[in-house]
């Protein structure tokens, strides 16, 4: 055999290799790219809704609150309020202008927002902006005079109405 044809059978270079692999690499960030643009248009399945009992807050004995109280859950981040005619409602504590936490004025009688004061009457309704519509509601049930408030969803109003507010003697009713 010739030198010559022992020299003609070259390995490749680290260059070679190095494009090669620098083009494998360009390839699998692309298609990972196209994977994540795909998914931001598949939609989302919708999960089932179901009221867990975390979701549930136990308020006491509609006898224990008095006309025209205010009554904050921490745990809830909600208010619990009784109104002058003895109906409820559980009101979110964040404000519908930026969500920033709305403290109840004893002495004003309204909730006052400390980012943008906004303020609010003692059924949530606007009184002052820039909030554009009335605190969110939870629902309110009252069965033999206990209160439960389901937290899981906000119910989203411009306005408060008089069949929001929940009597002892009725059972459940939704904003």
């Known amino acids: 055999m010739d030198k010559r044809n022992k020299t003609a059978i070259k390995k490749p270079g680290k260059r070679k290799f ?7 690499l360009g390839l699998i960030a692309l298609g990972e790219l196209v ?9 989302v399945a919708k999960k089932e809704v179901a009221v867990s009992a975390a979701e549930m ?5 509609a006898d224990t609150y008095e006309p025209g109280s205010v009554s904050a859950f921490v745990t809830g981040q909600f208010y ?5 005619d003895g109906g ?3 009101l979110s504590n964040r404000c519908t202008h930026l969500g920033c936490a ?3 004025d004893k002495e004003l ?22 909030a554009p519509r009335a605190l969110d509601l939870f629902e309110v049930s ?15 109003r411009n306005r408060f109405n008089r069949h929001q507010a929940v009597y002892p003697e009725t059972i459940t009713i939704q904003g």
Do not use: Y
């Open 18 to 24: 190095l494009k090669i692999l620098w083009a494998g």
């Open 109 to 130: 009688k309204k909730f006052i927002c400390p980012c943008h004061a906004s303020e609010f009457d003692i059924t949530g309704n606007v009184l002052s902006s820039p």
């Open 57 to 61: 807050i136990d308020a006491g004995s």
């Open 142 to 156: 009252i069965v033999n005079k206990q209160i439960q408030v389901n937290i899981g969803t906000r119910i989203r």
């Open 35 to 43: 994977m994540v643009i795909l998914s931001f248009f598949r939609p």
């Open 80 to 84: 619990l309020v009784c109104l002058e």
């Open 88 to 90: 409820f409602l559980a």
């Open 102 to 104: 709305v403290p109840w």
